[in-house]
């Protein structure tokens, strides 16, 4: 069973570097639902390297676009 299911409609940003990024993050939290005990370790580190780039590139092309709300999302 799936914990979150991606529509483009409700979820695409229309960019495509971010979309994927976002895509991945769901499948992953997909495989985190179902996973095994012997599973789940790994998955979650995925999940944890995964996050930690994925604010790292958010922050990049905020920072590069001058993003007005680029301090909230640092704050978090």
């Given at each position: 069973?799936?914990?979150i299911?991606w529509s483009?409609?409700?979820h695409?940003?229309n960019?495509n570097?971010?979309?994927?990024t976002?895509?991945?993050?769901?499948v992953?939290?997909n495989?985190l639902n179902t996973?095994?005990?012997?599973d789940f370790?790994?998955?979650?580190?995925?999940l944890l390297?995964?996050?930690e780039?994925?604010?790292?590139r958010?922050?990049?092309?905020?920072?590069k676009t001058?993003?007005?709300a680029?301090?909230?999302?640092?704050?978090?």
């Amino acid at each position: 069973m799936q914990l979150i299911n991606w529509s483009d409609q409700d979820h695409s940003l229309n960019l495509n570097i971010m979309d994927d990024t976002h895509r991945e993050f769901v499948v992953i939290i997909n495989q985190l639902n179902t996973a095994s005990d012997a599973d789940f370790k790994g998955l979650f580190e995925k999940l944890l390297i995964h996050t930690e780039a994925h604010f790292a590139r958010e922050n990049e092309l905020m920072e590069k676009t001058g993003f007005p709300a680029i301090a909230e999302q640092k704050s978090k």
